[in-house]
Each structure stands twice: as structure tokens, then as C-alpha cells.
């Protein structure tokens, strides 16, 4: 007896290339097809693309606004050195960075260093510290009174260079900034070609003249990438430059708003800040297109030559020994003398309780909002042939490119005059912090979707399934390490965020974050380390997980 098979239950490579071709034509434009699935991504999408426009939107509507009063100010001589300050540092930052970190790739993958494997963890373990707890640490260090002082003071020492300054503030940021070179740095060391070196030396040149002619090019646009990243950084960089007293345009940002009746300086600053932001992306991306950095075929997949260091060996030890202790050793041992300390002296820790908590919620619950926020924008740009879906994917990338001191002034002006009811409220602080970092979780959500075929979720709606039950019984399935993944990277950064926290948070609702701030705005230094240490501990459980997550998963192409 023939048994009839349901038609939706066959499925054949045909059945699945139309069905891949009419979703294609489905995906195009927002609404079309008239499913209530799609129709709820592109609205939601849609709307979290003109959330993230807010802050540059009223910045420069607000600018505009002061009339002809406000171009004498924007171009008068002050400006222009605050200008020159972020410039600067930035630049310093960025050379800095890459004389500390190239280095360090490369005698961690491709020489015999005593305890290379050791190396290679503790080389980017300072971006578990805080930038701003590692300026306290600096200033405690190296500072009036500071321990340097104190241990020099029986030579006939009595008073070191002041830190305060440029000096300060960019030690600082190149001691906490060039694990972002170090990490890109050494990832494409481990991904060359060795049959390029071994030519240059087959041709006559030696080890010093291939490392500076054929190793250290190919190295150009993964050392861009850092840079780039560590001079995004300390552009945005408020806590450093503030406890340095070093004017950049953050710092003044943030006195302008706080000292004056009239804002409209600190919105035109807050549209120059970004400008230079938006030059400083266009340069990095002219630089490389510059060159061409591929193979021609496919390479070889082999183990990487082991350079022999001989006599040089001890020096390169000593050297990676040096980095650790400036950058890790000294600023972990200066918090902990100064926590013991405070305890020894009876510090208040009274909020500091309450504080972790807060930091605990505060930051679940942005990375909650953000995985929501992210998932429709993924999946429009991974699935969809639209101009428009790829555009709202890059648009996330102005919260992360926008400082939080910018988003901050551009909510507090729209809590206070248009959400009076939202203002100084949790709902509207999740908010500012979920378009601030919206684009780690849709990088990392888009990143993982990219490795799902579209053809199971088109097996799972030929055999009846609804869209939103493929989504929640399939594709979330297949991305859930991408999603989570991103939700731990904006769980560490919320933890460590500043300026938002400070501007918007609900009045008595205190993060360890801002703890540190207000003990270290009133000298007690003791109370200040110990919410230092703890941010740092709880920082370090969730990087290790995002660690080994990262490490777990396979490299995937960037749209």
C-alpha cells in the first residue's frame, strides 16, 4: 500500500535554492512580504539605528544652535591647544603602544624566550586593570609623596619629577592601551606565511634585514588595527586625563558642562571630538589600501621557524620582565599597599557592598538590553541583500566610536527637557550604555550568524515551522557563543564604564566604578585602591571566559 509524504515534508537541493532565492527577495526592503517576523526586525532595527544617531544628532543641532557667538569660541586660542593636547597624546599613545608591544609578539611566538607560553598570557593581562585605577596606581607610584618618594627620600631625595600632565597621562595610557596592538600584532605573527622569510634568507638577507623588510610590512595592517583602536581609546579617555590634569577634550567636556550655564561649547567640542575620531578612521582605512597584504595562494600550514636569540636570550627575558612589572607588577602591588593601608586606618567601605551589586546588575542588565538591540540588526545584515540592513549594521559603530562623555551630554539634555520622567533613572541609563556598546554584540552576533547556513533554517520552514520558532529553535541554538560572547565583552567594559555612570545614574545609585572616582576626588586614597581591587576582580572571571570562548571558536570572515 502507497503511503502519501506530506508535500512540505520533502525537500530537495531545488526545493531549497528557490526557497533561498525568494527569501533573498522577502529579506529586501523592511516590511516586504507582509510577515509579521519581518516586520518586527526591521522595526526594531530601524529603531536602534535612530537611538544611536541621538547623541550626534543633538550635538550638533545644539552647536548650530548657539548662533554666530559660539565660532570666536570654538576657534579661539584655547581651543585650539585642547585640540593639539588630544592630537598629541593620541599619537603618543599609538608609537608608544607599538614599540611595547611589537616586541613583545614577536619574541612570544617566534623565538626560544624562557617561558615564552608564560609571556604570551601575562603580555595582555593590564586590560583587566581599569585605565583609571592604573592612573591612581601611577600616581601612587610615581606621585608626590608615592612610594618612589618615600623609598628615595633617605638618599637625599626630597621631591621627583611632577607626573601630572602629558608625562602622566600618556604613560599611562601606553602601559594599559598596547595589549590591543600586542593582541592583533601577535595574532598575525602566528597566521604567516613562513616560506616568505625562509625565501628573504635564501636570497641572502639575514635574520635582522628579513624581520625589518619582509616579516614587519606584513605586519602593517594588523598594527594599524591596534593603534587605531588605542588612539580611539584615549580620545574617549576621561578618567586618566582628568586624574592627570591634563586638558584634552574630554576633560574639558566634562568642567563645561559641570561649570557652565550656557552648553553650547561642550556640544561644539563634543562634534569636534568626534570629527577627529572620524579623521583619525579615514587615515587609518587610506593607510591600508595602500598596499596589498594577501597570498597568492594558499600558504603553507606548517609550525612557524623558532628564532635562536643566543646570547640576546637573558636580554629579551629581561626586557618581557621589565613590561610585566611596569605595567602589571607595580601598579597591583601599589593598589594593595594602598587597600592594606586604608584598612590599617579604619576606611569607610560602608558602600562598597551595595556598589558591587549595583556594578553586578547594572552591567547584566546593559548587556541584556544589548543582545535584544543586536539580534535584529544581525540577522537583517547576515540575511538580507539590503542596502539598508548593511548600513544600519555599520551605523552601530557610531556608539562605539562616539566617547561616553559625548552620549552622556546628549541624554542628560533629552532626560531633563523631553524624558523628564526617565531622568536620572536606571531605564534611561541602560540605554545610553546599550548604544554605547552595541556594536561589540552585533559584531559578535553578526560574526557567529555568518556561520550558520541558511539553508537549516529553510529546512525548518519547509517542514512547518513558523519564523519565530525557527528562530528560537534553531538559529539562536547555532549562535547562542557568538551572542554570548558579545554579551561578556559589553558585561567587562560596563563594569569599567565612567562618564556615563557618573552623568546619569540614578541619584544614591553608586558602581564600584564611581566609587573609585568620588574616593579619589577626595584624597582617600585607601578607599579608592580597595574599590580599585575589587574591580579588578570582578573583571577577571568574565575576561577569562571570554578568553576561552574566543579561543574555542574559529576564525570567520568580516562582511
Given at each position: 500500500?502507497?503511503?502519501?509524504?506530506?508535500?512540505?515534508?520533502?525537500?530537495?537541493?531545488?526545493?531549497?535554492?528557490?526557497?533561498?532565492?525568494?527569501?533573498?527577495?522577502?529579506?529586501?526592503?523592511?516590511?516586504?512580504?507582509?510577515?509579521?517576523?519581518?516586520?518586527?526586525?526591521?522595526?526594531?532595527?530601524?529603531?536602534?539605528?535612530?537611538?544611536?544617531?541621538?547623541?550626534?544628532?543633538?550635538?550638533?543641532?545644539?552647536?548650530?544652535?548657539?548662533?554666530?557667538?559660539?565660532?570666536?569660541?570654538?576657534?579661539?586660542?584655547?581651543?585650539?591647544?585642547?585640540?593639539?593636547?588630544?592630537?598629541?597624546?593620541?599619537?603618543?599613545?599609538?608609537?608608544?603602544?607599538?614599540?611595547?608591544?611589537?616586541?613583545?609578539?614577536?619574541?612570544?611566538?617566534?623565538?626560544?624566550?624562557?617561558?615564552?607560553?608564560?609571556?604570551?598570557?601575562?603580555?595582555?593581562?593590564?586590560?583587566?586593570?581599569?585605565?583609571?585605577?592604573?592612573?591612581?596606581?601611577?600616581?601612587?607610584?610615581?606621585?608626590?609623596?608615592?612610594?618612589?618618594?618615600?623609598w628615595l627620600e633617605p638618599l637625599g631625595v626630597e621631591r621627583l619629577p611632577s607626573i601630572y600632565g602629558f608625562p602622566g597621562a600618556a604613560l599611562t595610557l601606553i602601559l594599559f592601551t598596547y595589549p590591543y596592538i600586542y593582541l592583533t600584532a601577535r595574532?598575525?605573527?602566528?597566521?604567516?606565511?613562513?616560506?616568505?622569510?625562509?625565501?628573504?634568507?635564501?636570497?641572502?638577507?639575514?635574520?635582522?634585514?628579513?624581520?625589518?623588510?619582509?616579516?614587519?610590512?606584513?605586519?602593517?595592517?594588523?598594527?594599524?588595527?591596534?593603534?587605531?583602536?588605542?588612539?580611539?581609546?584615549?580620545?574617549?579617555?576621561?578618567?586618566?586625563?582628568?586624574?592627570?590634569?591634563?586638558?584634552?577634550?574630554?576633560?574639558?567636556?566634562?568642567?563645561?558642562?559641570?561649570?557652565?550655564?550656557?552648553?553650547?561649547?561642550?556640544?561644539?567640542?563634543?562634534?569636534?571630538?568626534?570629527?577627529?575620531?572620524?579623521?583619525?578612521?579615514?587615515?587609518?582605512?587610506?593607510?591600508?589600501?595602500?598596499?596589498?597584504?594577501?597570498?597568492?595562494?594558499?600558504?603553507?600550514?606548517?609550525?612557524?621557524?623558532?628564532?635562536?636569540?643566543?646570547?640576546?636570550?637573558?636580554?629579551?627575558?629581561?626586557?618581557?620582565?621589565?613590561?610585566?612589572?611596569?605595567?602589571?607588577?607595580?601598579?597591583?602591588?601599589?593598589?594593595?599597599?594602598?587597600?592594606?593601608?586604608?584598612?590599617?586606618?579604619?576606611?569607610?567601605?560602608?558602600?562598597?557592598?551595595?556598589?558591587?551589586?549595583?556594578?553586578?546588575?547594572?552591567?547584566?542588565?546593559?548587556?541584556?538590553?544589548?543582545?535584544?538591540?543586536?539580534?535584529?540588526?544581525?540577522?537583517?545584515?547576515?540575511?538580507?541583500?539590503?542596502?539598508?540592513?548593511?548600513?544600519?549594521?555599520?551605523?552601530?559603530?557610531?556608539?562605539?566610536?562616539?566617547?561616553?562623555?559625548?552620549?552622556?551630554?546628549?541624554?542628560?539634555?533629552?532626560?531633563?527637557?523631553?524624558?523628564?520622567?526617565?531622568?536620572?533613572?536606571?531605564?534611561?541609563?541602560?540605554?545610553?550604555?546599550?548604544?554605547?556598546?552595541?556594536?561589540?554584540?552585533?559584531?559578535?552576533?553578526?560574526?557567529?550568524?555568518?556561520?550558520?547556513?541558511?539553508?537549516?533554517?529553510?529546512?525548518?520552514?519547509?517542514?512547518?515551522?513558523?519564523?519565530?520558532?525557527t528562530l528560537r529553535r534553531v538559529t539562536l541554538p547555532l549562535v547562542w557563543p557568538g551572542i554570548a560572547s558579545g554579551a561578556l565583552l559589553v558585561f567587562i567594559t560596563v563594569l569599567k564604564e565612567l562618564p556615563i555612570t557618573l552623568l546619569l545614574s540614578?541619584?544614591?545609585?553608586?558602581?564600584?566604578?564611581?566609587?573609585?572616582?568620588?574616593?579619589?576626588?577626595?584624597?582617600?586614597?585607601?578607599?579608592?585602591?580597595?574599590?580599585?581591587?575589587?574591580?579588578?576582580?570582578?573583571?577577571?572571571?568574565?575576561?577569562?571566559?571570554?578568553?576561552?570562548?574566543?579561543?574555542?571558536?574559529?576564525?570567520?570572515?568580516?562582511?
Amino acid at each position: 500500500m502507497a503511503i502519501s509524504t506530506p508535500q512540505h515534508h520533502r525537500l530537495t537541493e531545488p526545493d531549497l535554492r528557490t526557497g533561498l532565492r525568494e527569501g533573498a527577495s522577502r529579506w529586501s526592503r523592511p516590511g516586504a512580504g507582509r510577515s509579521p517576523y519581518l516586520v518586527v526586525l526591521w522595526v526594531l532595527a530601524l529603531a536602534t539605528s535612530l537611538l544611536v544617531l541621538v547623541p550626534p544628532g543633538y550635538l550638533l543641532l545644539r552647536s548650530l544652535g548657539a548662533g554666530s557667538d559660539l565660532w570666536p569660541l570654538v576657534f579661539r586660542e584655547r581651543t585650539l591647544s585642547i585640540l593639539w593636547n588630544t592630537v598629541r597624546l593620541g599619537l603618543a599613545v599609538g608609537a608608544g603602544g607599538i614599540l611595547l608591544a611589537v616586541p613583545l609578539a614577536w619574541l612570544t611566538t617566534r623565538t626560544d624566550l624562557p617561558l615564552r607560553r608564560f609571556w604570551s598570557v601575562v603580555a595582555p593581562l593590564p586590560l583587566v586593570i581599569p585605565s583609571y585605577a592604573g592612573a591612581l596606581a601611577v600616581i601612587g607610584t610615581l606621585g608626590p609623596r608615592g612610594l618612589v618618594q618615600q623609598w628615595l627620600e633617605p638618599l637625599g631625595v626630597e621631591r621627583l619629577p611632577s607626573i601630572y600632565g602629558f608625562p602622566g597621562a600618556a604613560l599611562t595610557l601606553i602601559l594599559f592601551t598596547y595589549p590591543y596592538i600586542y593582541l592583533t600584532a601577535r595574532a598575525a605573527l602566528l597566521s604567516l606565511d613562513p616560506s616568505l622569510d625562509e625565501a628573504s634568507r635564501s636570497l641572502g638577507r639575514g635574520r635582522g634585514r628579513t624581520l625589518l623588510t619582509c616579516t614587519l610590512p606584513q605586519l602593517r595592517p594588523a598594527v594599524g588595527a591596534g593603534a587605531l583602536l588605542a588612539m580611539l581609546y584615549t580620545m574617549s579617555d576621561f578618567g586618566v586625563v582628568t586624574l592627570m590634569r591634563f586638558d584634552v577634550f574630554t576633560r574639558v567636556i566634562y568642567t563645561q558642562y559641570r561649570s557652565a550655564f550656557d552648553r553650547s561649547l561642550a556640544s561644539a567640542l563634543g562634534v569636534m571630538l568626534i570629527l577627529l575620531a572620524a579623521a583619525v578612521l579615514y587615515g587609518e582605512f587610506r593607510m591600508r589600501r595602500r598596499g596589498s597584504f594577501y597570498r597568492l595562494g594558499s600558504g603553507a600550514a606548517r609550525r612557524q621557524p623558532t628564532v635562536r636569540l643566543g646570547r640576546w636570550r637573558w636580554v629579551a627575558f629581561a626586557w618581557c620582565t621589565l613590561v610585566a612589572l611596569v605595567a602589571l607588577g607595580v601598579p597591583m602591588a601599589t593598589l594593595i599597599w594602598w587597600a592594606l593601608s586604608g584598612s590599617s586606618v579604619g576606611s569607610d567601605l560602608g558602600d562598597l557592598p551595595a556598589a558591587i551589586g549595583n556594578s553586578v546588575a547594572l552591567s547584566g542588565l546593559a548587556a541584556l538590553a544589548t543582545i535584544v538591540a543586536a539580534l535584529p540588526i544581525a540577522i537583517l545584515a547576515v540575511r538580507s541583500n539590503s542596502r539598508l540592513a548593511g548600513l544600519i549594521s555599520r551605523l552601530t559603530y557610531v556608539g562605539f566610536a562616539v566617547p561616553g562623555i559625548v552620549i552622556s551630554l546628549a541624554f542628560v539634555f533629552l532626560g531633563a527637557r523631553y524624558l523628564t520622567p526617565f531622568y536620572q533613572t536606571l531605564p534611561l541609563l541602560i540605554l545610553a550604555l546599550m548604544i554605547r556598546h552595541l556594536a561589540q554584540s552585533v559584531g559578535s552576533t553578526q560574526s557567529a550568524l555568518m556561520q550558520v547556513s541558511p539553508r537549516l533554517e529553510e529546512a525548518a520552514r519547509a517542514l512547518g515551522r513558523s519564523p519565530f520558532a525557527t528562530l528560537r529553535r534553531v538559529t539562536l541554538p547555532l549562535v547562542w557563543p557568538g551572542i554570548a560572547s558579545g554579551a561578556l565583552l559589553v558585561f567587562i567594559t560596563v563594569l569599567k564604564e565612567l562618564p556615563i555612570t557618573l552623568l546619569l545614574s540614578p541619584t544614591g545609585f553608586g558602581t564600584v566604578a564611581t566609587e573609585l572616582w568620588t574616593a579619589t576626588g577626595v584624597a582617600q586614597y585607601g578607599r579608592a585602591a580597595t574599590a580599585a581591587m575589587v574591580l579588578i576582580l570582578l573583571t577577571i572571571l568574565p575576561t577569562l571566559l571570554l578568553g576561552g570562548r574566543l579561543s574555542r571558536r574559529r576564525a570567520t570572515p568580516v562582511r
